[in-house]
């Protein structure tokens, strides 16, 4: 199979000051602090903040789920209960980022797809490693299988740290004998663990906001506890059998190289995709809808994508 690439041209004026913005005065704090375990634990500051921004549209429910260790919370936006469900993992290196500065993007995505979505606080650093992380991810889709969901209806989606765990939550559980879901949605994935690769990357120095050179270091903390061996790196997994992926990334962000190396492995293992590269885009710029106009195409985008992998005549016609 080829590997199947769009390229979306044009760049707004809003779009490239934001990115201007993010290079000026969030990058320096990004890629220049500490990588220690003070500094992850303010780093969770910036999820208790996120409602002064970041807020889902009105008439959204939200309805918090206590899980084992860990919980989430089902987003119910005006026009959901389709039957659709997006099982969301949010961003942020696994150790920032959380229900709250993800909650308007997923409520987007919600709306726009006539889904329900249910977003995941799984457990992170500094408290908790990737193994952890992983785990709580797989137990939520695990979770919404019991409630009655029925596979086919849902899409695991994620973003950045969130994607790395959409694959790995839809292989694993493959590999424990549990139905797939319908498809996948990585907004600017990280797939690889190994940086070796990624170092001579034109942009993983030049990201406007994302120190993705820095994972090396925080490696050390990822995998803390877990058995020696191979990086549980899902672009080194047994791809085979996925259902259909839908990737979307900027084109001068770092992990453009993560986007475009599952893509080639993806096309390998035969695997049905599409990798949209936006031009100029922040990472996961569809987060930042509210200010980027191009975030609300990507999100439509990812909305399509969901009501063509989970069709439902009776509610679609309605």
């Not at 208790?48 to 899980?67: F, I, K, N, Q, S």
């Not at 990812?302 to 063509?308: H, M, N, P, T, Y």
Request: with cysteine.
């Amino acid at each position: 199979m080829e590997r199947v690439i769009e390229h979306r041209p044009g760049t707004s004026g809003k779009a490239r000051r934001f990115a201007l913005f993010m290079k000026v005065f969030i990058r320096p704090v990004f890629f220049y602090s500490p990588l220690t375990r003070s500094m992850l634990r303010l780093a969770a500051v910036l999820d208790r903040a996120a409602p002064l921004l970041m807020r889902p549209a009105r008439g959204t429910r939200v309805e918090r789920v206590d899980l084992d260790g860990f919980h989430g919370e089902w987003i119910r936006p005006e026009g959901g209960g389709s039957g659709r469900v997006v099982l969301y993992l949010h961003g942020g290196g696994f150790f920032c980022c959380g229900l709250r500065t993800h909650r308007g993007l997923v409520a987007r995505i919600a709306s726009r797809s006539g889904a329900d979505a249910f977003s995941v606080a799984y457990r992170q650093l500094p408290g908790s490693s990737l193994a952890i992380s992983m785990a709580d991810a797989l137990n939520a889709y695990e979770w919404l299988l019991k409630q009655g969901n029925a596979p086919e209806d849902i899409i695991i989606a994620g973003d950045s740290a969130g994607g790395f765990l959409a694959f790995t939550t839809a292989l694993t559980a493959m590999e424990k004998g549990l139905p797939k879901p319908a498809g996948i949605v990585a907004l600017s994935p990280l797939v690889d663990l190994d940086h070796e690769g990624r170092a001579s990357y034109e942009f993983t120095r030049r990201d406007a906001y994302v120190p993705v050179h820095r994972l090396k270091k925080l490696n050390r903390l990822l995998l803390a506890g877990m058995d020696p061996g191979p990086l549980p790196s899902p672009c080194d997994r047994d791809l085979r059998g996925l259902p259909p992926v839908f990737i979307i990334a900027g084109s001068r962000e770092a992990l453009l190289y993560d986007a475009e190396l599952m893509t080639e492995r993806l096309a390998l293992a035969g695997v049905p995709h599409r990798l949209q590269i936006w031009e100029n885009q922040v990472h996961v710029f569809a987060a930042f809808a509210g200010v980027v106009p191009e975030g609300h195409e990507a999100i439509n985008e990812v909305a399509a994508f969901i009501r063509e992998t989970t069709p439902r005549p009776t509610a679609d016609a309605a």
